[in-house]
């Protein structure tokens, strides 16, 4: 192939994002650059995975020690930080037991495999049906693209993984039909990320524990995006106040680094026994210094108070841009999650910032997505609002 060949016109990668128009070179903090120098605040996080910034110091050194002492060996051996990364987990969590797996949908993969196989070895029952939500998002591997209550995400897919029925987010109404025999679990995301920002009603999330609880379903939660401090707890089922059967992690547990989780309580974690899941790559050094250093940074106790401070200013700075700016329908999430509803395109103003030199996304064609690194500061959360009230109030963007 001719090496004249554009970043753009260049079709040997399958067509399955859509890109947008620069290509991010170098980053720090809260901060990237491009390839033409162009320096650009990233209120994506590389969607709410770099949580502590780029290359974040303590994480950086972490990985370096290991690169140079052992990067695989395969769970055919024991490998230390792995327990020591499950440790801490445990340590902050309501659950016991952990498996490492390398993505998102992998670990919802291992959280669905988890409850079947719980449902068959330690309840001996034949049942398999996992309820989920419409608008989640839970990947793109066939059953957790099932089990993701989004058409668009099915299209052309078919057939589809069975055992997944859906129910309608938020909804009390559905909770008579919610839980039929052949149902072993429900699983959802307290913040919907993907499918527009939708934070779950705290009434409803009692209910729904309720009525599982009655009817002894297990709760999934996918903290894949609310998780690891986004919405200033490290898990967003703290501040819902119940404790859910098992949990899976991904994007910001080990900042940047592939890495997946499942948590699960012990009577249930129980139900895998050796050579029934498994993973090459799962939980290798690299990955776990990655996210030992992540978490540890994470639980310092002086964390939370400083992110919930420049969390409350960000709120704070938005919700007087809404109430000034016409276009703006709602502010919703929470935390560092934020959803800003337009009635025009979304799109349009993650490109104009973009231009401006602030990154951010949509969810959904008319949700901004915001999502800060936790550790943002009131001067960058300063940078940001005085391009976003710019760009909401029709002012010049000034060169900042
Ligand atoms: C991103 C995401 C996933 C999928 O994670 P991958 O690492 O892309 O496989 C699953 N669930 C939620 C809630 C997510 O935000």
């Not at 340590?91 to 993969?109: L, P, R």
């Not at 072993?184 to 309720?210: C, F, K, N, R």
């Not at 809404?322 to 025009?344: H, M, N, P, Y």
Request: a negative charge.
């Amino acid at each position: 192939m001719s090496n004249s060949v554009t970043v753009a016109e260049n079709n040997a990668v399958m067509t399955t994002y859509t890109r947008f128009p620069i290509t991010l070179t170098e980053g720090k903090g809260s901060f990237v650059w491009d390839d033409q120098g162009a320096k650009y605040l990233d209120y994506t996080a590389g969607i709410a995975t770099c949580n502590l910034g780029h290359r974040p110091a303590t994480v950086q050194a972490a990985v370096e020690e290991q690169l140079n002492k052992l990067w695989h060996c395969s769970n055919l051996y024991h490998i230390p930080k792995q327990d020591q990364l499950a440790e801490l987990l445990v340590d902050q969590t309501c659950f016991d037991q952990v498996f490492f797996a390398n993505s998102g949908a992998e670990a919802n993969e291992g959280a669905i495999k988890l409850a079947r196989r719980y449902a068959h070895k330690i309840k001996q029952t034949d049942q398999f049906e996992i309820v989920t939500f419409t608008d989640s998002f839970h990947g793109r591997t066939l059953a957790t693209m099932s089990a993701t209550g989004q058409p668009k995400i099915q299209d052309g897919y078919a057939p589809h993984m069975p055992g997944f029925r859906y129910a309608r987010y938020n909804d009390e109404k559905e909770f008579a039909q919610l839980i039929q025999p052949k149902t072993i679990a429900v699983m959802l995301e307290l913040v919907q990320g993907e499918g527009g920002v939708i934070p779950a009603d705290q009434a409803w999330v009692d209910q729904l524990v309720t009525l599982c609880r009655q009817h002894g379903v297990l709760i999934i939660v996918d903290e894949i995006q609310t998780g690891m401090g986004r919405l200033g707890s490290l898990f967003a089922y703290q501040q819902y106040g119940f404790e859910p059967d098992i949990m899976t992690v991904a994007k910001g547990l080990a900042s940047g680094f592939p890495v997946g989780a499942v948590l699960a309580k012990a009577d249930i974690s129980t139900a895998l026994t050796p050579g029934s899941h498994g993973s090459t790559f799962g939980g290798n050094p690299l990955a776990m210094s990655a996210g030992l250093a992540t978490l540890a940074h994470i639980c310092e106790p002086a964390f939370f108070e400083s992110v919930s401070k420049q969390q409350q200013y960000l709120w704070q700075q938005l919700n007087v841009l809404a109430e000034q700016a016409e276009d703006i329908v709602e502010i919703r999430g929470s935390g560092f999650l934020i959803g800003i509803k337009v009635s025009t395109k979304a799109i349009d103003y993650v490109n104009k910032a973009r231009a401006a030199g602030l990154l951010i996304l949509v969810a959904g064609p008319q949700v901004i997505r915001i999502l800060p690194p936790l550790n943002t500061t009131k001067q960058e959360i300063d940078q940001a609002c005085k391009i976003l009230n710019a760009l909401f109030l029709k002012n010049e963007v000034d060169n900042y």
